[in-house]
């Protein structure tokens, strides 16, 4: 079982919808990621929260906004988005030993993803 | 900047049978490295990693990986297969201090065949 909560599973939108994917956990990490996925690639990251601050933007467009409202809440808002915008969404979460050091024990623990659609 | 290359994008076993999934990666510092297992319609697993230590580390369900300095390798092994582990296998390295990003290979789709 992932420790790593991600809602919703399935989510369908059409291009001029605003909707948002939500992540928690409970393992007292400081750390959390978005990632996106395309059918047959690897996971892309998108987003960095360190202790509720975001630390890396890959250059992603706006209409995708991070919020990381606090510890153990990712939140990925959505609107205006592309077919091509279609993908699996997986949040992360890592331990991070200090504040803003990127010091961490090393792995990521990935939730199941939501499967996005935009029509 | 770290990269990785997962040298087989599919291998396909026969039940039972050994395996050996590839994977080099290309960092000037040092790294943490990883292996994580995609099930269908599913999230990314941990399967095992290398942070110091010992060069032969043992994960989950079976799974051993070498980490090799001189020839930047970290092959996964599996000496006999079974049909559940059909998945894509991801490679994967990170930084140990610094930036946070985990850069992943391509994958290996492995599939098991009866």
């Known amino acids: 079982d992932t420790e790593v909560t991600q809602t919703p599973k399935h989510l369908v939108m059409g291009m001029t919808n605003k909707k948002s994917l939500k992540c928690e956990q409970h393992?007292?990490?400081?750390?959390m990621y978005w990632y996106k996925q395309k059918a047959k690639k690897p996971p892309e990251l998108m987003f960095v929260?360190?202790?509720?601050?975001?630390?890396i933007n890959e250059s992603v467009p706006s209409r995708f906004s991070p919020e990381c409202p606090n510890s153990s809440l990712l939140n990925l808002h959505l609107h205006a988005l592309q077919p091509e915008d279609s993908a699996l969404y997986l949040c992360?979460?890592?331990?991070?030993?200090?504040?803003?050091?990127?010091?961490?024990?090393?792995?990521?623990?990935f939730g199941e993803g939501s499967r996005l659609t935009v029509l | 900047a770290q990269s990785v290359t997962q040298l087989d994008s599919q291998v396909p076993v026969f039940e039972e049978a050994p395996v050996e999934l590839r994977c080099n990666y290309s960092s000037s510092v040092s790294v943490y490295l990883f292996w994580y297992v995609q099930y269908p319609n599913q999230g990314l697993q941990l399967l095992l990693k290398?942070?110091?230590?010992?060069?032969l580390v043992k994960g989950i369900n079976g799974f051993e990986a070498e980490f090799n300095k001189s020839q930047t390798s970290f092959h996964l092994r599996k000496p006999s297969v079974h049909i559940s582990d059909t998945a894509e296998y991801f490679c994967a390295v990170s930084k140990i201090q610094g930036a946070q990003k985990l850069v992943f290979g391509q994958g290996t789709r492995l599939t098991i065949n009866p």
């Open positions: 929260y360190s202790y509720e601050k975001l630390s």
């Open positions: 290398y942070l110091s230590g010992s060069t």
């Open positions: 992360a979460s890592s331990q991070e030993l200090a504040p803003g050091t990127g010091v961490r024990t090393g792995e990521l623990f």
């Open positions: 393992m007292g990490h400081r750390a």
